[in-house]
């Protein structure tokens, strides 16, 4: 065979497969993408924070069981290595493309304020099979409590090869504010630490009205707890108490925003995780979250999140998902540390020394609290419940006069409520 037939054949075979390659990833891409009209949901995972070993699989399992559709990657740490985080990052796509599971960004404007940087990453990952695409547009999103000193749109968005949806974070209170900006596609709305869980259901419907008036999607921000100490200036407590998770997920409900964002899987230091908590000897010594469990939280997402997709305002529970779970501070709110130097945290106030008991029942029964010594029966009707009682000293533990859904006993025991710590314990534990 000739050297110019040869040539000829590989030209042609190289431009056949780069034609298939295209075709392909076109087609990949449109096939990927999400639907506006889809009630998604995702989960905020902290990049800085990588899991055990390295490996992704795990969480991304986890999520995907509790019908989360991708993470957000909040890109960014303190003192964090940029060149360390890159390669967390890019076995982060592998494992969730591997996966079929979808991330995106989360630019997190505290730490992470050059838009070169956010650009070159945006567009790294732009086609990769793991990248969340909405609308046949690129799904991004921020954490921005204060407006960057560059514009998102001319610095960041204009030279991503694609077209973007894009949900900045917002810490405003007030939608119209927020619509006067005009910046990106829609608002995701945080939660406001010292508001109160009636002030936080007024902002959520005026950020609700707020969509319809300007037709714009709107994605909303629902965790589970807020404890953080490390530091003067980082020392508080989340004013809404136990409001801020099952009050909030139920009048979400009833609102529907487009997306909704749990915030989050693993920020272990402000105590807002649903995923798995870092054991004793991932943690140092002191920490307040280490082997602190909030299974609870992960479990309770899947009911909420199956409520959500299917269009639901309230819940109703079938009996294979019945369950009982329950979640509490280890200690007095107003208790400080034998050994703290720290002064109590901000909203302290407003905190209760209640053991929270949540039910997801599809018939009534009588659910029993052990409490120190004191046994407390509380009735459930069926459907979704919360009661608060005030804990006695001691161990915690969960009863049922008749059996789950599923056939199983109700039997839960949790760690003890005792006076007072070594230091200050504001995170609960959720079983």
């Known amino acids: 065979m000739s050297r110019r037939l040869i040539l000829a054949i590989y030209g042609i075979t190289h431009l056949v497969l780069h034609a298939l390659a295209f075709h392909h990833a076109h087609h990949h891409d449109n096939k990927r993408s999400q639907s506006m009209t889809d009630p998604l949901v995702f989960a905020h995972y902290m990049i800085v924070v990588p899991p055990p070993n390295g490996d992704y699989t795990h969480d991304i399992t986890l999520a995907k069981a509790a019908g989360i559709d991708a993470f957000a990657v909040n890109y960014g740490g303190w003192d964090c290595d940029w060149t360390l985080l890159a390669g967390f990052l890019e076995t982060f796509y592998r494992n969730a493309s591997a996966l079929n599971f979808k991330l995106f960004m989360s630019y997190d404007t505290t730490i992470m304020n050059d838009p070169a940087m956010m650009v070159n990453i945006s567009n790294t990952y732009v086609h990769h099979p793991a990248q969340l695409w909405v609308d046949n547009k690129i799904f991004l999103s921020s954490f921005t409590p204060d407006p960057p000193p560059w514009s998102w749109q001319t610095d960041v968005l204009d030279k991503i090869d694609g077209p973007v949806m ?22 995701f709305t945080w939660i406001h630490p010292c508001n109160s ?5 007024t902002i959520d419907a005026d950020f609700s009205n707020q969509r319809k008036v300007a037709a714009k999607p709107w994605m909303a921000g629902v965790a589970p707890w807020f404890f953080k100490r490390l530091g003067e200036d980082m020392n508080w407590l989340h004013a809404q108490d136990s409001g801020m998770w099952l009050d909030r997920w139920m009048h979400l409900l009833e609102l529907k925003p487009n997306f909704i964002e749990v915030v989050t899987w693993n920020d272990f230091g402000e105590s807002s995780y649903i995923g798995p908590a870092p054991s004793n000897q991932q943690a140092h010594g002191d920490c307040y979250y280490g082997a602190l469990d909030h299974t609870a939280f992960l479990k309770m997402s899947k009911i909420f999140i199956k409520a959500f997709k299917a269009n639901q305002t309230r819940i109703t529970v079938a009996p294979e998902d019945e369950d009982v779970f329950f979640f509490y501070r280890r200690q007095p709110a107003e208790a400080n540390g034998r050994l703290d130097y720290l002064a109590l945290p901000k909203n302290v106030a407003d905190i209760k020394d209640n053991v929270y008991v949540v039910a997801f029942l599809a018939s009534e029964a009588v659910i029993t609290l052990t409490s120190g010594d004191e046994h407390i029966p509380l009735s459930f009707p069926p459907g979704v419940g919360k009661r608060a009682v005030p804990w006695k000293l001691g161990n915690q533990s969960l009863s049922m006069n008749r059996k789950l859904g599923n056939g199983k006993t109700l039997s839960k025991k949790g760690p003890a409520v005792v006076g007072q710590m070594d230091r200050y314990q504001g995170n609960v534990v959720a079983l």
């Open 166 to 187: 894009f949900m900045p974070g917002t810490l405003s209170q007030s939608a119209a504010s927020v619509a006067v900006e005009d910046v990106g596609s829609g608002p």
């Open 197 to 201: 869980t009636e002030e936080e259901a």
